[in-house]
């Protein structure tokens, strides 16, 4: 059971690693795109330019859970990889459980809850305001983007759950074999 849980966690931080390449495409030709309409042509560019600040968040959000599953994090490298697979197992599931979880479900927390209510949440308040771009030509629903705030984090968070049990069914093994 623990073991199909882990594969099904995985399985989506890969799928969703396969959208976010996509955006990470699409940001490219938005970005050519841009620049081509805005030096060569001389028009506002403004809606171009928040689509691709949209593509760029959604793909820092999305992608992190993929990144975290292929170890791709940010790691500050002292001393763990002069460690022993076991070591590096303890490093992983205490740091997931003590740092990641907490952090995300801190993140979570903050954009969804108000003292007065989902409504008044940064997602609840854009939604229920169908907040939008305050420039002029801007895009219509900001509100979208702020979903993926939580969503991303959640997302992490799962895969922060992965890496937790993927950890312990190692300790918990007597082999010494990484995966």
Known sequence: MTQRLIDWIDACSEWLGKIVMWLST???LITAYNVTERYLFG??????????WHFYSLI??????????HDGHVRVD????????????????LGSLLFLLPFCAVVVYASLSSTRGFDF???????????GSSDPGGLPA??????????????????GIAEILRNALFLKQKSTVAR
């Open 43 to 52: 028009h506002n560019t403004t809606f171009l330019i928040e689509l691709n």
């Open 121 to 131: 949440s940064m997602v609840g308040l854009s939604w229920r305001t169908l907040e």
């Open 26 to 28: 699409g940001m490219m």
């Open 60 to 69: 820092f959000l999305l992608g992190a859970s993929y990144t975290f599953k």
């Open 142 to 159: 900001r509100y979208l983007l702020k979903s993926a705030l939580p969503l991303g984090f959640v997302l992490l968070g799962l895969q």
């Open 78 to 93: 002292l001393l763990y990889h002069k460690m022993s697979p076991r070591g590096k197992a303890w490093v992983n599931l």
